[in-house]
Structure formats: structure tokens, C-alpha cells
């Protein structure tokens, strides 16, 4: 699968997070979604429904107005992990991983998982 790098700023992340939630929903349902949530009115959902349509991170369909995420959720937590790391930690994953275990405490089951998630990469 070919992953198409698109930046999105932190409004219209809250945009895909709701349509990842939802699934696909009207523009109007999206606004009311977003007003309960956040305080935006219609016309600020809008715009950033736009710009993600224009940046190719959802899709409009008829009728109605229908919003669908094309973007998985996945590939963009993937891509602001990444750019996570090269911002903050020199692109350092080891400097990204001593960071999380310094400033939260984490259960033995935790510790566990992330044991068996470092052996799955061996």
C-alpha cells in the first residue's frame, strides 16, 4: 500500500477523529459533533471539512453532504509518530521510548506487553 504524506494540523485531526469514530456522516452531523465537542460553529466545521477534502484526508459524497475519512487512522498516527521523533527527539525512537518510560509510572502488565511487542521484533 502506497502512504500519500499529508500534514494535518490539529483542527482537522479533530475532524478525522470523528469521522474515525463515526464512520461517515453528514457535514451537518460533523458540526454538531464538533460544536458539542470543541464550541465550533458551522461555518469553522465547514472550512476544515474543506481542507481535507482539498488535501485528499476525506471524501464528500451525495447526497447530503456525506463526509468519509480516506485516510486510515493508522498511517497518520504512523507519519506524526515519525515526525514526533525527527522534531523532538533527533529522530531517535530509543530517546522517544526512554522519555515515555521516564514520566509515566507503568503496571507490570504494561511492562509485559511492551517486552512482548520488543520481542516481536527480534
Known sequence: M??????????ELKVMDVLWKEGTITAKQ???????QVGWNKNTTYTVIKKCIDKGAIERLEPNFLCRAILPKEQVQEQETAELINKVFDGSTEMLFASLLNTKKLSAKEIARLKQLVEQLK
Not at 502506497?2 to 483542527?11: E, R, Y
Not at 460533523?30 to 458539542?36: D, F, H
Open 30 to 36: 460533523l458540526a454538531e459533533v464538533l460544536s458539542e
Open 2 to 11: 502506497i502512504h500519500i504524506q499529508i500534514k494535518l494540523f490539529d483542527s
